[in-house]
Structure formats: C-alpha cells, structure tokens
C-alpha cells in the first residue's frame, strides 16, 4: 500500500508530505482549495502525461515521490525483480516535471520509461474518477469491468494474443492461396531455364578449371618449346648445363672450405642449390609428359566456355555466378513442385492458431457468463441501498462474430422503474442514475481487485442525505480490506472515514499555497459542521456534526 507521498513545487503546492494509513482516509475541503492535487500528484508518479502547467510559478520544477509497501504484492515484487530493481518490501516511485516540460521517470533510483512506470502503477494503485460514469455508456468499458470482476484480465489478454496469431496465419495463408494462381506461369519459365542449365550441368568449381585449361591448351606448343629448353639449360645438354657448373662450383668449393672452414656455410647453400635444379629438372619432364597438343579437347574447352558465357548473360549474372544461380532456380522450382504441401502445412498451421484462440475465447465466454449475474445481482442490490429500490441492471453477453475481445458483445441493460423493460444503459440512464450504478460497479469491482490501495474523486458526487450515508458505509466497509482514500464534498462521507485530511489554501498578496492537515476529533466536528452548513456554524449544526461523527465511528 501507498506509505508515503512527497509532493515538491507541484500547482499551488510548495512543500507537502503525507504518510497514509490502512483503512479509509477521507479529504475534504472547500471548492477550489486543490484537493485534487493529491490525485493529480499521485498520477504523475504513476507514469501519467505530465505538463508543464504543474510546476509551481517561482519553481525550475516539480517532484513528486510514491513509496510503497509490497508485502502483499508478490506480483509487483516478481515485476521488479524480473528488471532486477527489486529493494525488498519498499518500492519508490519518483517523477520530475521541469519547466520546460521535459520530464523523468524512476523506479527505485533507476530510470526508466514512463511506460514502465505505468505498468508497475497499475498493479500499486486504482483511481476512480469523479467522471467515471461518463464511461458507462460505452460497450468496451462494460466488458472491461466485467472481465475485472471477473478476475479475467489474463484470459482476455490470452485471447487477444491468440487473434493476432490466427490473424497472421490467416494472411499468411491468403497471401499464399494469391501466390498458387501465379505458380503455373513461373513453373513453365523454370522449366524452361532449368533444362538449359541442366544441360550445360557446370560444376561449382569447373568454370575456373575450364578457363586455365583454355590457356593451357592454347599455349601448349609454346609452352612445350619453352619447357625443353629450360630442361636442357638445366640438366640435359652435353656440356655446360647449369647442374654441371654447379658441380664444378662444389668442387671448388669443397677444397677453398678446406683452407677455411667459414666457407662451409657457402658450400651447403650451393649444395642445396643444385639438389633443386635436379628436383626442378624432373618436375619439367613430369609435366611435358602430360602436355600435349590436343586441338579437339581445346575445341570442347572452348565451346563449353561460350555456352556458360552466353547463359551467364542470358540470367544477368557474372559466369563465377551461374552455378549458384543454377542451384537457386534448382531450389525454387522443387518448392514449386512442392507448393500443395506448401499450402498443406499454411492451412494446418492456421487451423491450429483458430483452435487455440476458439478454446481461450470460449474459455473467456463461460467465466464471463457465470459472473454477468452476480454482477448484475450485486449492483442491483447496491443501487437498492442507494436509493433506487425499483432499479435493475442485467449483463447481457451476445454472441458475435470472433474478434480480439472474444465470441460476444457486453452491454449493461438498465431499467431505474419496476415494470419497465431493459434497455441500453447509456440509452435510458439519467446522469444522476450513471453516477450510482457507475458508484455500485466500482465498490463490486474494487473488492476483487489485487490491488491494495483504491482512490476515489469525488465518485459520490450527485448524491446526498441517506444515500450519502449509504456510499460512506461503502468505502468504510472496503477500507475494512483495502487502503482507501476519497475526496469527497459530502459530509455523511467525510464522517464514515479513519482519518480526516483537510485541504486549505492560503493566498497572500504574492502567493498561493496549499495545506493539508490531519483533523482531531474536535477539528473534525467543525469541519463537518462547514460542509453541513456553510462558513457560518451554529450550534445546531455543530451538534448534527457531532452526532454525526460519533455515530460513524460508534
């Protein structure tokens, strides 16, 4: 639950620190004194738009801090420690707003985006707004609170995931149905490519080969001419070949290292030299053995050539390329032959993403269904404590075409008369009647919500005397299980609460500053006494006050 709230340079406030307890926490004060700084501060730490219009006039910026007990919040601490910015029990939550409108979000000193923030807001804290019931008249608020009372936020969002899943398989599939109506036409253009490519059948490495055998071939004769005369400088002329000279250097050598042994070194090198002319000698007669003057294969070489050249340019790719470009069309003309199985594996993938998303939208449809009547159930009993004895609402669940949100409309049907029939509430509700059942719908939806502190905005605006008593005991009854803090004009409900924070502005010639203090018992009186009857408090007014008060907390 929310343990601390600083709020710095934030509005009309300078300087405010508040430490709420369990239990119902009621704010009351005049028009205008800035009670609902409280929830617009909290909301800025909760990750809401921020504005520059927040920052107090005389200030660089504005700063608001959140702390949080999560002993009981296993879900945000698991949150926190996922993005390893889990600090044990406690969760800090600060925000700054600078006068320019630039602002920064932090979860336990680490920065992070206001997105996140929001995300961890919303399993801390739940805001009720005074112009909530506004929202009534819209269907997908109706499925909303159904789903949250019925504690079915994680099917339906299960559900929305499976739509986008059988979705995309869905256009996958028509997307490849479209493709089908094209694959006879590039089958044949394949086929026709293929069987040249086929024919040709070019190794991955032939090309280069082909292109050395072609210079080969073409220069065999010179090569030949070349390659006997080499052989007969080095090894096989009568005299002088360069083996023999070698020879003749050894032997003299071979003496000279005698008179001086640092010739030795000078002795091996020419040694070795002539080691490598016979080792060449013999390569050259190896190879002019295999050489040959073969003008056939030369013509086969080259004819071979020019058909890879020509295909080369016939498919736009460099010669180094054909093959690869022959194993492509290799590859896609097999997936054509192959396109039924294709669309096979497609249909059944999509079948399967329907299946999964029917069985969690009909998973969705039954918990909504046996929770629609004891909604309805509790709200009509509610609206009876409120004053609307005759009134009825029912949740009506319509079958409808599948879409992200399930198998069926919501709708909340309303009658405020007995005998009338139901009807669309958002057709037939006054704004008064919104108010209450929007009131009897949150107080439902609150008690089966996990989150621990629940805040109310002048949510019992419209109603009074009774009634007013009646949405007091309400919010006393959830601060049983819950933190709650309410703002609230109405003094039956002011009275009902643990705590009594009072908001109070004060104006000199130059500034405004908002106050807040906690009321004694005594303060209390009065300023229940105020809402009762004004500025002016008689003595009459202040007996009712306390009456009131200690008939609240008896």
């Known amino acids: 639950m929310l343990t601390h709230l600083s709020v ?18 009621v ?33 660089e910026r504005a700063e608001v801090q959140a702390m949080f007990d999560l002993r009981q919040l296993p879900a945000a601490r698991a949150w926190l420690a996922e993005r390893e910015l889990d600090d044990g029990d406690d969760c800090m939550l600060r925000r700054t707003v600078r006068a320019d409108g630039r602002s920064r979000a932090w979860i336990n000193g680490s920065p992070m985006p206001v997105q996140a923030v929001r995300e961890l807001g919303e399993m801390l804290i739940s805001i009720h707004s005074q112009h909530e019931h506004q929202a009534l008249l819209r269907r997908d608020v109706h499925r909303s609170l159904l789903d949250s009372y019925a504690a079915a936020g994680e099917l339906a969002a299960a559900v929305r995931e499976h739509w986008r899943t059988w979705q995309a398989a869905r256009r996958t599939l028509d ?26 059948a070019l190794g991955e490495d032939e090309l280069a080969a082909l292109e050395a055998e072609q210079k080969r071939l073409g220069h065999a004769d010179t090569l030949i001419r070349l390659c006997q005369q080499s052989l007969s400088l080095l090894f096989e002329q009568e005299e002088g070949t360069i083996n023999d000279q070698l020879g003749q250097a050894l032997n003299w050598l071979g003496d ?10 000078v002795f091996s090198a020419v040694e070795s030299a002539r080691l490598q002319v016979e080792a060449a000698a013999d390569d050259l007669r190896h190879y002019l053995d295999r050489l040959e003057i073969d003008p056939e294969r030369l013509v086969q070489v080259e004819e071979r050539l020019s058909q890879a050249y020509s295909l080369a340019r016939k498919h736009r790719v460099r010669p180094e390329e054909l093959y690869q470009r022959h194993q492509q069309l290799r590859e896609e003309a097999h997936t054509l032959a192959h396109y039924d199985e294709h669309l096979a594996a497609l ?35 509610h609206l009876a404590a409120l004053g609307m004895r005759g009134a009825r609402l029912e949740v009506s669940l319509t079958p409808c075409t599948p879409g992200p949100d399930g198998l069926e409309t919501i709708e909340f049907l309303f009658t405020a008369n007995p005998g009338q029939p139901l009807r669309p509430l958002a057709k037939v509700a006054s704004g008064g009647e919104l108010s209450r059942v929007s009131l009897a719908i949150q107080v439902i939806c609150a008690r089966v919500l996990t989150v621990p502190t629940l805040v109310f905005d002048e949510v019992d605006v419209g109603v009074g005397g009774a009634v007013a008593e009646i949405v007091g005991r309400l919010l006393r009854e959830l601060g049983e299980h819950a933190q709650v803090l309410c703002i609230t004009h109405q003094p039956q409900v002011a009275a009902q609460g643990r705590v009594h924070w009072h908001v109070l502005k004060k104006q000199s010639k130059t500034t405004t500053r908002t106050r807040i203090q906690i009321l004694d018992t005594t303060d209390r009186t009065n300023e229940l006494a105020r809402m009762l009857g004004g500025l002016e408090m008689t003595d009459s007014t202040l007996a009712h006050a306390r009456e009131m008060l200690e008939k609240a907390q008896a």
Request: charged residues 30%; aromatic residues 2%; glycine residues 10%.
């Open 256 to 265: 000279a290292s005698h008179d001086d042994p640092a010739l030795g070194s």
């Open 175 to 200: 997307e490849s149905l479209a493709q089908a109506r094209e694959q006879h036409e590039r089958e044949e253009l394949l086929r026709f490519q293929m069987e040249e490519l086929d024919a040709l």
């Open 27 to 59: 704010v009351t004060g005049e028009t205008g004194a800035g009670k609902s700084i409280i929830i617009d501060a909290l909301g800025l730490a909760l990750g809401e738009r921020a504005d520059s219009a927040v920052v107090r006039a005389d200030a």
């Open 8 to 25: 710095q340079n934030f509005a009309t406030v300078d300087s405010l620190e508040l430490e709420p307890g369990s239990g119902l926490t």
């Open 347 to 381: 249909e059944a993938a999509e079948k399967t993403a329907h299946d999964a998303y029917d069985t969690a939208a009909r998973a969705l449809g039954e918990r909504r269904r046996s929770k629609a009547g004891e909604l309805g159930n509790g709200v009509i009993q």
